[in-house]
């Protein structure tokens, strides 16, 4: 059921699955994506093993509050404090975080922040959120097509077609292997028709100011922490996921052969969803 919740001052755009009595997972996006990328099968899946799934629309994406292309009127810390935001507003003292790319870093802080909100942790295709840690460099064709984007003419905003079409390339960009066009074009047909006004989503994220900023270290999350990471993820190589088990305390790496910079695709659901619902049993 989709609704418009009043959380920290804005509307956010939320959508839950399964029943409320069940343990509570929250999605968490990444940068520039709304909710659609939890696919329905996805979150159908998990709140089929006894799981309340939450999936809401990041600031600027679908239809959560907007503000004007290049202008958010939020810093990160706002990003991240939209988190215990949206439980209150569901009525729940806390849940499980299931966070990826950016999402994965705001469900980090959000554990260092508000540990009492928080259950365990799922890390998705992410990096670290706090400094202090090496990491393995973007990958050589994943730096080549963002050189290559930040040139691009960009479509007309009221094209529905081309704006669909640019998002199934740039998500080919992020899934060099086993890409699967058509369940994608679905994915982003559904991105742009939610979407009234493509131009904050594109441009806001990357915008907006960090905020106060969170002194923290990965060995701050005390709530239990699987790692998922993909071995092809061209964007955060398999080696940031194996930071992230390494330097948190209590965490498990599990890795998907040839998934890329995505949340677990339904090829590997028979492996993944099984050890998200042991991890938030």
């Known amino acids: 059921m989709e609704q418009m919740l009043a959380v920290n001052g804005i509307e956010l755009c939320t959508e839950t699955f ?8 929250l999605l968490i996006g990444g940068k520039c994506a709304s909710m659609d990328y939890w696919e329905d099968d996805f979150c159908a899946a998990l709140a089929a093993g006894e799981r309340y799934v939450i999936r809401y629309d990041h600031r600027d994406t679908g239809r959560s509050t907007t503000w004007p292309a290049g202008k958010p009127g939020y810093t990160w810390r706002d990003m991240v404090a939209d988190v215990p935001g949206l439980l209150d507003a569901l009525g729940l003292d806390r849940a499980h975080l299931f966070g990826i790319s950016m ?5 980090q ?4 922040l508000y540990p009492e909100r928080v259950a365990t ?3 998705d295709q992410t990096t670290s959120a706090f400094e202090g840690v090496e990491l393995p460099p973007i990958g050589e064709a994943m730096a080549d097509f963002f050189a290559a984007a930040a040139d ?3 479509p007309d905003m009221d094209d529905h077609d081309a704006l669909v079409s640019m998002l199934v390339e740039d998500q080919r960009a992020f899934i060099p292997r086993r890409f699967d066009e058509q369940r994608m074009r679905a994915v982003c047909e559904k991105v742009v028709k939610r979407t009234p006004d493509m131009r904050p989503t594109f441009e806001n994220h990357d915008a907006a100011p960090e905020g106060e900023r969170i002194e923290a270290s990965l060995a701050d999350i005390a709530a239990p922490t699987l790692v998922i990471h993909g071995t092809a993820d061209p964007l955060m190589p398999v080696g940031h996921g194996e930071v992230l088990a390494r330097e948190i305390p209590d965490s498990t790496l599990l890795t998907l052969e040839d998934v890329g910079h995505e949340p677990p695709p339904p090829y590997t659901w028979d492996t993944a969803i099984p050890a998200i619902l042991a991890h938030t049993a």
């Open 18 to 25: 399964g029943s409320p009595t069940d343990p509570p997972i």
């Open 103 to 107: 999402g994965g870093a705001i469900a």
């Open 109 to 112: 802080c959000a554990a260092v």
């Open 121 to 123: 942790v799922v890390l």
């Open 152 to 154: 691009r003419p960009m």
